[in-house]
C-alpha cells in the first residue's frame, strides 16, 4: 500500500454530467499529480499540484480542473462528460516536484454512457 | 517530440523463466527514467528510479538497465512467479517543462503461466 486513497473505486455517468474525483495524499506530501489513463494505455498527465496551486498541465481542456486543500488533498472535477473520458484517473502524491518518488493510489475507474 | 516507446506490447513467458523487457525514449533533457509495475485497475508501483549517471538497479529479482547514450533502458524478470503478470511501465522524465512532466509509455503486458 502506498498510503494514498481515491474515492469512489468506480463510477459511472451519463454524457453531459458532471464529477468529481478525490485524492489523499501520503502524509506529509505537498505535492498531487493527476493521470488519465485509457484502457491499454499509459497514464496522461492532465495536471499538477502544490501548495494547493496549479503547478503544471497537461494537454486536456479547461473542463478539466481541479483542487488541493491545506491538507494537501485533491480533487478533479470534469465538466460536460464525454463518452471518451471513460478512463482510469489516477493520483499520485510526493514531496515536491516529482523528482522524488511519486506515490500512486489505486486509482477511479469512470464509465461514461 | 518527447517519446517513450516500450516492446514489445506483450509477452507470455512460463513460470521460472526470465525475460526483458525494452524501453527506448527520445525525450531530452533527460532527468530519470523510472520503471513501473501496474496490476490490472490498479495504480502503478515502483520498481527502480535511475539518473544519467546509474546504469543498472536492482529491486529483488527485477533489474533495470540504462544507456543514456542510446536512450535505451532494459527491465529484466528472473525466475518469474505468477505474481509478476503485470503491465510494465517504463516513465521518463524530463522535456522542455521538466519542472514537473514525466512521459509514461504504454507499457509492457506480461503474463506469467504456470
Known amino acids: 500500500e502506498t498510503g494514498v486513497t481515491q474515492s469512489p473505486t468506480h463510477l459511472i455517468k451519463t454524457r453531459g454530467q458532471q464529477v468529481t474525483l478525490r485524492c489523499s495524499s501520503q502524509?506529509?506530501?505537498?505535492?498531487v499529480s493527476w493521470y488519465q489513463q485509457a484502457l491499454g494505455q499509459g497514464p496522461q498527465f492532465i495536471f499538477q499540484?502544490?501548495?494547493?496551486?496549479?503547478?503544471g498541465r497537461g494537454n486536456f481542456p479547461p473542463r478539466f480542473s481541479g483542487l488541493q486543500f491545506p491538507n494537501y488533498s485533491s480533487e478533479l472535477n470534469v465538466n460536460a462528460l464525454e463518452l471518451d473520458d471513460s478512463a482510469l484517473y489516477l493520483c499520485?502524491?510526493?514531496?515536491?516536484?516529482?523528482?522524488?518518488?511519486?506515490?500512486f493510489g489505486p486509482g477511479t475507474r469512470l464509465t461514461v454512457t | 517530440k518527447n517519446q517513450v516507446e516500450q516492446s514489445p506490447q506483450s509477452l507470455i513467458i512460463l513460470e521460472g523463466k526470465n525475460c526483458t523487457l525494452q524501453?527506448?525514449?527520445?525525450?531530452?533533457?533527460?532527468?530519470?527514467l523510472r520503471w513501473y509495475k501496474q496490476d490490472t485497475g490498479r495504480g502503478p508501483v515502483s520498481l527502480t528510479i535511475?539518473?544519467?549517471?546509474?546504469n543498472t538497479k536492482s529491486n529483488g529479482r527485477y533489474t533495470a538497465t540504462l544507456d543514456a547514450d542510446t536512450k535505451q533502458s532494459s527491465l529484466h524478470i528472473t525466475a518469474s512467479q505468477l505474481s509478476d503478470s503485470a503491465s510494465y511501465i517504463c516513465?521518463?522524465?524530463?522535456?522542455?517543462?521538466?519542472?514537473?512532466?514525466?512521459?509514461f509509455g504504454s507499457g509492457t503486458r506480461l503474463l506469467v503461466r504456470p
Open positions: 499520485a502524491s510526493s514531496l515536491g516536484t516529482p523528482e522524488y518518488e511519486q506515490y
Open positions: 502524509s506529509g506530501h505537498n505535492t
Open positions: 524501453c527506448n525514449y527520445t525525450v531530452s533533457p533527460f532527468s530519470n
Open positions: 499540484y502544490y501548495r494547493e496551486e496549479e503547478n
Open positions: 535511475m539518473t544519467f549517471s546509474e
Open positions: 516513465v521518463v522524465r524530463g522535456g522542455m517543462d521538466s519542472s514537473y512532466k514525466l512521459i
